[in-house]
């Protein structure tokens, strides 16, 4: 939320004590976005002593800059009080987009200009990408996804290195929740399949998946270095380093490769299976579930049966005894 609140004379003479419900947090201070004309407060819906009411078709997040001794109960002094709100309606229609990526650029010195391009393409041959403009890229559980990385550079004899993947389910490659692909410059994912590429390109296959949980897409995320071929010390000349191992080279070497530059792609969406592709096991269990009713019910007559036949008789005395 934010709220602007100008600057009037009663303001004024109160801006010394002006707070918001929480002021033990710095972060909600009044004086970190205030200037000489407004007074400005910001702050996320769950903070600075925000509260939420809920009526029948809204949520109304609310709080208040007021002047009022927050230790006090009762106030016989004219305070400054100016109550405002954020008001979410519980339903609404919403309309989401999806924007393709375009080429990352970067320029560094001793390489001059270069992109990296990111696509996803129809089958193993690479010779269709995906259409940009039918993102999110729709595939089926266990598809085969094709992804290509390319370089462009006007540096000869420079080489392609994709050092890490990782699979996110948002577009932030820092999520929390995240599937390794490559590592180190080695395969993680069992089904990751790699293709035939120039030395600027990296062209890769593997089974789409679905984040366990909530989550309707999956971004990917790699790391890439770009490197003068003919350099032993470089990164790329190393290729895959088992994590572990302690060869892991951080410093780069002056001119022979570029940054680790972090490029994505997506979303992915996982296509909804219909009810007529989904199997019917109904059939198959109602006669499963009968069959083993039946045989219960019958091992349950044989056990009392043979509990009944294995029951002994014996003679009682004829005469009492102590």
Do not use: W
Not at 98 to 123: C, D, I, L, V
């Amino acid at each position: 939320m934010k709220v602007e609140v100008e600057k009037s004379y009663l303001i004024r003479r109160n801006e010394k004590n002006l707070h918001l419900k929480d002021f033990t947090d710095s972060a909600c201070s009044l004086k970190r976005y205030s200037n000489r004309t407004h007074l400005v407060a910001i702050m996320s819906l769950n903070t600075c002593g925000t509260t939420l009411e809920e009526d029948g078709d809204n949520l109304v997040f609310r709080n208040e800059i007021t002047s009022a001794d927050p230790n006090e109960v009762i106030s016989r002094q004219h305070d400054v009080e100016v109550v405002f709100s954020c008001v979410y309606p519980k339903h609404i229609n919403l309309t989401l987009g999806f924007k393709h990526k375009n080429p990352y650029a970067f320029t560094e010195k001793g390489f001059g200009a270069f992109t990296f391009q990111f696509e996803f393409f129809e089958s193993q041959r690479f010779r269709t990408q995906v259409d940009a403009s039918t993102y999110p890229v729709e595939v089926n559980l266990k598809q085969m996804m094709f992804m290509q990385i390319e370089a462009t550079t006007s540096i000869p004899n420079t080489v392609l290195f994709v050092e890490s993947c990782r699979a996110t389910p948002y577009d932030n490659p820092n999520s929390r929740i995240s599937y390794t692909i490559i590592e180190h410059g080695c395969v993680m994912d069992s089904t990751l399949q790699l293709f035939p590429s120039s030395r600027t390109q990296f062209r890769f296959g593997m089974e789409a998946f679905e984040f366990i949980g909530a989550y309707a897409e999956v971004y990917i995320t790699c790391s890439v270095i770009l490197c003068e071929t003919g350099f032993p010390g470089t990164r790329c000349s190393q290729g895959c380093v088992p994590s572990g191992s302690g060869n892991h080279r951080n410093k780069r070497e002056a001119v022979a490769q570029s940054s680790s530059h972090s490029i994505s792609q997506g979303p992915l969406h996982l296509a909804k299976i219909s009810d007529s592709q989904a199997p019917v096991p109904s059939l198959n269990l109602g006669m499963n579930l009968m069959l083993i009713a039946s045989c219960l019910l019958a091992c349950g007559g044989v056990v009392y049966h043979s509990r009944k036949s294995k029951t002994k008789y014996q003679l009682l005395p004829s005469a009492e005894t102590n």
